[in-house]
Structures are given as structure tokens and as C-alpha cells.
């Protein structure tokens, strides 16, 4: 491995942590938007071996914050698409 990449690998393995456990569970709206948008930017700048070893950290906090991202509205909407007179497999 070149050291460009141990120095990449470094990294992640610090930062990653910091903004999964730290800034994408803050209460703060900006703060989570920003870790998620630092996290995408990062595992594109760093290439897919950099990131392969870091994913187990970045993967499941990404994906419970998916539910908190999404509108309520649209949950509201989901759940009572029939009954307000829409098509529910269209809605999908």
C-alpha cells in the first residue's frame, strides 16, 4: 500500500466515526445534513478502496437517517393514500 493511501485510510477511520456517531445523531437539522453531505464527499474524493474498509461504519448510520430525512407529510400521505381516494401501488 502507498502511503497516500494508509494516510487516506487514517483518516476515514477517524473521521467517519466522528460523523456518524456525532453528527448525523445531533439533534441539530444543519448538523446532520452536513455530515451526511461531508460523508458523500468524502467516499467520492477517497476512491472505492479507501472507502471498502470504512464502509461497516458509515452504512447503518446512514441508513437509519434516511427515515428522519423523509417528510412527514409524505409518511402521512403513504398511510392514507386509499382512504383519500388515491391509487396506493402508483403512489409508490
Do not use: C
Amino acid at each position: 500500500q502507498s502511503t497516500k493511501s494508509v494516510d487516506s485510510n487514517e483518516f476515514l477511520g477517524v473521521i467517519f466515526p466522528l460523523l456518524t456517531d456525532i453528527g448525523i445523531s445531533s439533534d441539530v437539522p444543519i448538523i446532520r445534513a452536513f455530515s451526511v453531505d461531508m460523508i458523500a464527499k468524502l467516499t467520492k474524493a477517497a476512491g472505492k478502496e479507501a472507502v471498502q474498509e470504512s464502509m461497516h461504519i458509515i452504512v447503518p448510520p446512514l441508513l437509519e437517517s434516511l427515515s428522519g430525512m423523509e417528510d412527514a407529510r409524505l409518511n402521512y400521505l403513504e398511510q392514507h393514500v386509499q382512504r383519500l381516494g388515491g391509487d396506493a401501488d402508483r403512489f409508490e
